[in-house]
């Protein structure tokens, strides 16, 4: 039974309107080098196919999947490979990238178009998406064809196309929903040949009735019975995986099951584009549309980007900053990754990029909890995080397990609503961390 | 544009609200009963007021310089704490002891178990109840120039009528806050509608606190069914004891305060209950008129063991529908 919305959250300054009515725009020509890390999936890093002086073609495969849990990645430009070697990433870490020298000449190899979708076996269907390099766009990058294998696809009842977007800023999924619904849809009822007994969900945000509007009208033309729109309350972690298969479903799971396990599967409403991409049109994952937005950016603007492209490009394409920028964060403010220099490539999982001239978090003086409950409050996944971060604090990792520190989502809910401006998902995080690293040990 | 970026852990945005907001905003709503106090006990009130605020921040500022840490007065805490003390005092306390009551509170119940946020005991309430015991003879005295004699929870006491709708107005004896029904609640309906406090806890604790005085109080079922009273309901005495003496201040601004009350909203409920019952207690068959400041102190003290009890299940275990 679907609820529509879930416990606890919160309503942050959404700050869509910055770029919600900028159609997406095609950055076609990246002027520098292109870089590919060869770890943009959760799973095992790619495995480059391509050597040093090799030149290549756009859409031609530069580095196969090193394993199950894994994906291939694509050429976005034809060039020559100029180097195979650790760049920066959006996290700071350096990862091994293949860097490729743009030739500007944007040769690309013959895409071989796929047999139709309606004779198109599953194990077909899944190794094109597989070979497509489709991996969840929404951020964490899971492998989309690992997602959509459960070990009994038969139990499969929902397949739940996430068309939140809760995090603020970011309209990179709106502005695909307008401009592409039928691409959306459709890819959703691809997956949904892959899972006989399941119904197609298309779970939007009441703050985007156009989208509903458009969705709903796309569904009836395409007369695809399976597939509904539901529009859920606005609030942020709506889009967070557990709290939408809440809100759609009323089932709950925790943080040591699946979606699977509650007879769902969820992808992000890009991801579901590229499947349509890769089963439909034959075209691996190479582009993705990128916010770029904020208080400091001239104009911003949704821009469709080559994987690959370095984020200060795409800074100076969208009219550079009017206002010096504190703090710039690749991805959302609530769960995007903080950035200190720019020159880092855009990867199948960068959403957003977002400048501000004002860092709350550099500003906040810390003082000490007073035990308001606030944090109580807005936790989606209904734990203290006030006591969990004294846990943290004081490495008491029994404590922390036993007060269910293992289920928190790192949504930053805590961080935000804090009156004492205390680093609480901060603290739970790197607690997490340290847990699960014991765990692999063991 | 700069060499280097600030870099930080998620989230990148903080909500406004700040530990200061909250503790100004508290003083803000209690301007409805301080107000009324200057105006119903005059000059000397007012002074009381200001002393004990004064020193209750100057203690902490300079407890902070001994101690060598930065001074944390700026978070109003402390005013907090002064003012809610001076709205617990008689009008005509000397001003020795109100001096001694602040000093005590900052100290001894708040400064020396770690500061803000790691009392276990409301410091307001815990000098007032020091105060009680060591003063008793100035702190249970009432009289002043606009009202002599017991207050109305004593009459009650007697069996004796009094005027409920002096005691909700506040045209009665007591002390300086606690007296006027309807500007604590102001204040409380200020402080819900900012979202500072909520209902749970004064809601249960003056709704069981109304059950048991309807059950054990006065012309109450008890004291009916055996034989001692002739109705089994009297409206009047149960408005009376809920208009009379701390309850509206206590439920609303003593028991709400967050670091004395459980962080668990079942907690929350539980305590709000437990403070009603004891407040009854206390009332009904302990040998004073008043009880709230004693139950809530006493309710702080069971705070650890009813969060234990209440900690939340996590959502996927049990705890996404409550």
């Not at chain 2, 009332?283 to 009813?306: H, M, T």
Request: aromatic fraction near 8%; hydrophobic fraction near 40%.
């Amino acid at each position: 039974m679907a609820r529509f919305t879930f416990r606890g959250g919160i309503h942050p300054y959404e700050g869509k309107e910055l770029s919600k009515d900028k159609p997406i725009r095609l950055y076609e020509e990246p002027k520098g080098d292109l870089v590919y890390p060869l770890s943009q999936h959760i799973g095992a890093p790619a495995s480059a196919i391509v050597e040093k002086g090799d030149h290549v073609l756009i859409g031609q495969k530069i580095a196969e999947a090193g394993g199950f849990v894994s994906s291939p990645i694509y050429a976005t430009v034809s060039g020559t490979v100029k180097a195979i070697e650790p760049r920066r990433v959006i996290t700071g870490d350096n990862v091994m990238s293949i860097v490729i020298e743009n030739d500007g000449q944007y040769e690309s190899v013959e895409f071989s178009q796929p047999k139709a979708v309606e004779v198109l076996l599953k194990e077909e269907i899944i190794n094109l998406i597989k070979e497509g390099g489709v991996v969840g766009m929404g951020g964490a990058g899971f492998p989309t064809h690992v997602k959509l294998s459960p070990k009994e696809p038969d139990k499969i009842d929902y397949v739940i196309a996430n068309c939140s977007e809760c995090e603020p800023y970011l309209t990179s999924d709106y502005r695909k929903m307008i401009e592409e619904p039928e691409k959306l849809v459709e890819g959703l009822s691809i997956i949904l040949r892959l899972f006989d007994n399941a119904r197609g969900i298309l779970a939007v945000e009441d703050n985007k009735p156009d989208c509903i509007q458009i969705l709903k009208k796309t569904v009836k033309d395409l007369n695809l019975e399976r597939i509904s729109v539901v529009s859920l309350k606005t609030k942020y972690p709506q889009g967070a995986e557990r709290q939408l298969i809440f809100a759609t479903t009323g089932r709950a799971i925790n943080s040591s099951m699946l979606p699977a396990d509650a007879g769902c599967v969820v992808n992000n409403v890009d991801t579901v584009i590229s499947v349509y991409n890769a089963v439909k049109l034959g075209r691996p994952l190479m582009h993705r549309i990128v916010t770029v937005t904020g208080d400091c950016i001239k104009d911003p603007v949704n821009f469709k980007v080559r994987i690959g492209t370095s984020y200060a490009e795409l800074i100076d394409e969208a009219g550079g900053f009017v206002k010096e920028p504190e703090k710039i964060v690749s991805g959302g403010p609530m769960m995007g990754f903080a950035i200190f220099d720019t020159n880092v490539p855009c990867t199948k999982t960068s959403s957003a990029l977002l400048c501000l001239s004002h860092d709350d978090v550099s500003h906040a003086n810390e003082t000490a909890c007073i035990n308001c409950g606030r944090c109580v409050e807005v936790c989606p996944g209904r734990v203290v995080p006030s006591r969990l971060a004294d846990y943290a604090q004081h490495k008491d990792k029994e404590a922390f397990e036993k007060a269910n520190g293992m289920e928190c989502c790192e949504c930053g809910c805590c961080s935000y609503i804090c009156p004492a401006k205390r680093q609480l998902t901060q603290s739970i995080k790197s607690m997490r961390r340290m847990i699960l690293a014991d765990r692999k040990k063991k | 544009m700069k060499d280097m970026m600030q870099v930080s852990s998620n989230p990148h945005v903080r909500s406004r609200v700040t530990t200061s907001m909250i503790m100004y905003s508290v003083v803000i709503a209690l301007l409805p009963a301080t107000v009324f106090g200057i105006i119903q006990f005059g000059w000397y009130a007012a002074l009381i007021i200001a002393v004990t605020v004064g020193t209750a921040v100057l203690t902490e500022h300079l407890f902070c310089l001994i101690s060598k840490k930065p001074s944390t007065v700026k978070d109003g805490s402390a005013m907090v704490t002064g003012l809610l003390l001076a709205l617990n005092l008689p009008p005509h306390i000397p001003v020795w002891i109100a001096i001694f009551g602040a000093v005590f509170a900052i100290v001894v119940v708040k400064l020396l178990f770690g500061g803000l946020g790691q009392n276990f005991m409301n410091p307001a309430l815990g000098a007032r109840c020091f105060l009680v015991i060591s003063f008793a003879k100035y702190m249970t005295n009432f009289d002043c120039d606009a009202f002599t004699g017991p207050t109305p929870l004593a009459l009650l006491k007697d069996g004796e009528c009094v005027n409920v709708f002096n005691m909700v107005l506040g045209k009665t004896g007591g002390t300086i806050g606690e007296t006027s029904v309807i500007a604590i609640v102001l204040g409380a309906c200020f402080l819900i509608w900012l979202g500072v406090i909520d209902l749970r806890i004064p809601g249960m604790y003056i709704l069981s606190f109304a059950v048991f005085v309807v059950i054990f109080g006065q012309n109450g079922l008890v004291p009916y069914l055996t034989g001692s009273s002739s109705s089994f309901f009297n409206l009047t005495y149960l408005c009376a004891q809920l208009s009379g003496g701390g309850l509206m201040l206590g439920a609303f601004f003593m028991a709400t305060d967050y670091t004395t009350r459980p962080i668990t909203k079942k907690g929350q409920y539980l305590y709000g209950i437990l403070l009603g019952i004891l407040t009854g207690l206390f009332r009904i068959f302990g040998p004073g008129a008043e009880g709230v400041s004693y139950a809530i102190i006493l309710g702080n003290l069971v705070v650890p063991l009813i969060e234990k009890f209440t900690m939340p299940k996590a959502f996927g275990k049990g705890g996404e529908k409550a």
